[in-house]
Structures are given as structure tokens and as C-alpha cells.
């Protein structure tokens, strides 16, 4: 019959016989290079890697400011294209000519509306003086106030669809001389993405804009995490195979997103570089507080119990705490103090060596 094989919890309690009655932790007596034990070579405990503790899917988001739609006000024919995908423009450059028969109407309402208004209020001031005088009848001067006030009227609707169209009541003049003519200009500075609007073509202003331009904003990135990132980590963006940039956190959201049930988080670059809006990528969260935190091989750490256990070579086995593993090394630190150091060796196979070696059949 085959001997049960010991298990770690009677290993840790034989240690501790051998030492202090008082002293649970396991025993810095541990020979693992005892009779029985088996050939195990020891390694040195590496600094902590750069591995990745939770990751969270990212994207660039587009700055508020950044982008401009050139669209006109009302219904336009375009007579003349300024700009072509590609192309950089300072704000208040043109980009394309139009004619908006509302505005014509509403330039041409205007200055109809001023003419009327400097001779009914010329005819007004003729018709004061001639009451001074006893000259006047009431029924003229209301006559004349009544024509005032509609004049008036005419020159606020009209003055307000210009301005609806960002042209100043003075420019009505320019538009009926120009034959109506608009040119739309570049609302910031940026480089032209889009040209929809085609030379004769008819647009109404529910069609979509005539032109897009986005402008360069410092990046803002925006991360979704479905795992809490660890208290002090530090976080990175990854794009492909770019190298990562350092993020600085702005802001996490106050709740969960109940749609994902996804932390939201936003970031910026650290050194304020420019990032496309709508590049998609990862955010990494990465070990801040690396103090006694080392990297060893997979196979280095055991379980027993439900906990994580590696061996000393001057110490024995030790409880640690599992930070981030990967196939290239494990980051870890000691559950209780003292702490691991790098350089410290550890057994390359920690389940190999805490099991005992067979015993005889009987």
C-alpha cells in the first residue's frame, strides 16, 4: 500500500514544531536540501515586469471645439467651392459661395425698410414743427407714427434672418450688389475633411453641412472598465504596436453604467501628445507601488489551501499575494512581513519540492 502524500499544511506544521511554540510562520530551518528532498534547482527573484494588473477597452474621444459643419441657414445654391478634402484653413477663411433667396428677400426687405424709415421720420420732423406752429393736423402725425412702426417692424424681421444667417444688418447692402452672394467662412481652424456641396448643386439645411473641418485638441481618452483598476495604479494606452503612452487620470465617472455594467474612466496623455479622435485601443493598468514586489516563473508559486505559497531558500515557504500573471513571470508579494527582495532565490518548482517522495509499497 502507498503512503498518503503530506500535504503543505502538515509541512508548515512540522516546520513549526522545529522551531518556537509561539511562532506560527514557517520555520527559517526548512532544509529543502535535506535527505529526501528532491534535486530542485533555486532561482533569483526577479524586479517586478511591466504586466498588465486589469485592462479595459479604450477610444479617443473627439474634444468639444474640434469640429465645425459648414451649413447654410437656409435653402442655398452653391456657386463656388473654395477648400477640397485635405486642405488646412485659418478660422474665417472661405469656404464656399452660395445664394440664399431668403436672404436676398430679407437684404432686400431692409433696405426698403430704411428708406421708408428716413423719409417717414423726415415727413415727422416737418410735421413737430408745423404743430409748434398750429399748422398740423393730429390725424396727419398719426398717419405718419403708424407708418414708422411698420417700417420698424419690417426692419426687425428683416434684420433678424440676417443675423440668423451670421450677417450684420450693414452687409445687406453688399449682398444686393453681389447679387445675392454668401460666402460661407471657416468657423475655427482646422483642416478640411469633407466637401459634400457640388458647384449648381441645391442644399437645404436639413440635407447635412457643406463642408467638415476638425482641428488638432489635446487628447482625451475614455476606458470602460467591467474590473476596479488597483488603488495607486498607473495606466497606459496601448495602440497596436505603438509604444505605450503614460495616461494621467482626469476624472472617474461617480456610478457604474448600467448599460455595461462598465466603470468609465478618462484619461489624458501625460506628455499632451495629439491622438486621432476615434482611435480605438486598450488601457492598461499597470503596478504602482512596486515596494516588495518581485517577478518569478509560474511554476515557482503552489497552492494549498486556496492560498499561494513559494519557497525560500533561506526561509521556506512563504504565503504571498498573486498581483498579475502572465506566461512570462508572476508578480508577487509576501502576505505578511518580511517582504521578498530581488535576488532573494526561490525554488523553480515550489509544488515539486514541497511534495515528499514516495514511500515503499507494503
Known amino acids: 500500500m502507498k503512503r498518503r502524500p503530506t500535504s503543505l499544511v502538515q509541512l508548515l506544521l512540522l516546520a513549526a514544531c522545529t522551531s518556537q511554540a509561539d511562532d506560527p510562520a514557517p520555520s527559517a530551518d526548512h532544509d529543502p536540501h535535506g535527505e529526501h528532498a528532491p534535486a530542485i534547482p533555486w532561482i533569483e527573484a526577479a524586479p517586478p515586469l511591466d504586466l498588465s494588473l486589469v485592462e479595459a477597452p479604450a477610444r479617443v474621444l473627439l474634444a468639444p471645439g474640434s469640429s465645425a459643419e459648414v451649413t447654410p441657414t437656409y435653402p442655398a445654391r452653391v456657386i463656388l467651392l473654395?477648400?477640397?478634402?485635405?486642405?488646412d484653413v485659418a478660422l474665417g477663411d472661405p469656404i464656399v459661395d452660395v445664394i440664399m433667396p431668403t436672404l436676398i428677400q430679407a437684404a432686400g426687405d431692409h433696405q426698403a425698410a430704411t428708406t421708408r424709415l428716413r423719409s417717414y421720420r423726415g415727413r415727422r420732423d416737418q410735421l413737430e414743427a408745423l404743430r409748434r406752429e398750429g399748422l398740423s393736423r393730429l390725424a396727419e402725425r398719426s398717419e405718419v407714427d403708424i407708418?414708422?412702426?411698420?417700417?420698424?417692424?419690417?426692419?426687425a424681421r428683416a434684420h433678424a434672418t440676417l443675423q440668423s444667417a451670421g450677417v450684420a444688418p450693414a452687409g445687406a447692402r453688399a449682398i444686393l450688389r453681389s447679387g445675392g452672394k454668401l460666402t460661407l467662412r471657416a468657423p475655427i481652424a482646422g483642416t478640411v475633411t469633407e466637401v459634400a456641396g457640388a458647384l449648381g448643386g441645391n442644399y437645404d439645411p436639413t440635407s447635412g453641412p457643406l463642408a467638415r473641418i476638425l482641428a488638432p485638441s489635446p487628447a482625451r481618452i475614455e476606458a470602460r472598465f467591467?474590473?476596479?483598476?488597483?488603488?495607486?495604479?498607473?495606466?497606459?494606452?496601448?495602440?497596436?504596436e505603438a509604444a505605450p503612452i503614460p495616461l494621467r487620470v482626469i476624472r472617474e465617472a461617480p456610478t457604474i453604467d448600467g448599460r455595461d455594467a462598465a466603470l468609465p474612466i478618462w484619461f489624458e496623455p501625460e506628455q499632451g501628445q495629439s491622438l486621432r479622435p476615434g482611435t480605438i485601443g486598450q488601457v492598461v493598468a499597470l503596478l504602482g507601488d512596486t515596494d516588495g514586489v518581485v517577478s518569478l516563473p509560474p511554476r515557482a508559486v503552489t497552492l494549498d489551501?486556496?492560498?499561494?505559497?513559494?519557497?525560500?531558500?533561506?526561509?521556506?515557504?512563504?504565503?504571498?499575494?498573486?498581483?498579475?500573471?502572465?506566461?512570462?513571470?508572476?508578480?508577487?508579494?509576501?502576505?505578511?512581513?518580511?517582504?521578498?527582495?530581488?535576488?532573494?532565490?526561490?525554488?523553480?518548482?515550489a509544488a515539486a519540492l514541497l511534495r515528499p517522495g514516495q514511500g515503499d509499497e507494503h
Open 147 to 155: 407708418a414708422i412702426a411698420e417700417a420698424e417692424a419690417q426692419e
Open 226 to 240: 467591467t474590473r476596479l483598476p488597483p488603488v495607486n495604479a498607473r495606466f497606459e494606452l496601448r495602440l497596436g
Open 305 to 349: 489551501g486556496g492560498r499561494a505559497f513559494v519557497v525560500s531558500q533561506g526561509r521556506g515557504p512563504i504565503a504571498v499575494h498573486v498581483l498579475a500573471s502572465a506566461p512570462e513571470g508572476i508578480l508577487l508579494r509576501a502576505a505578511e512581513p518580511p517582504q521578498l527582495r530581488p535576488g532573494e532565490a526561490f525554488a523553480a518548482d
Open 82 to 87: 473654395h477648400v477640397q478634402p485635405g486642405q
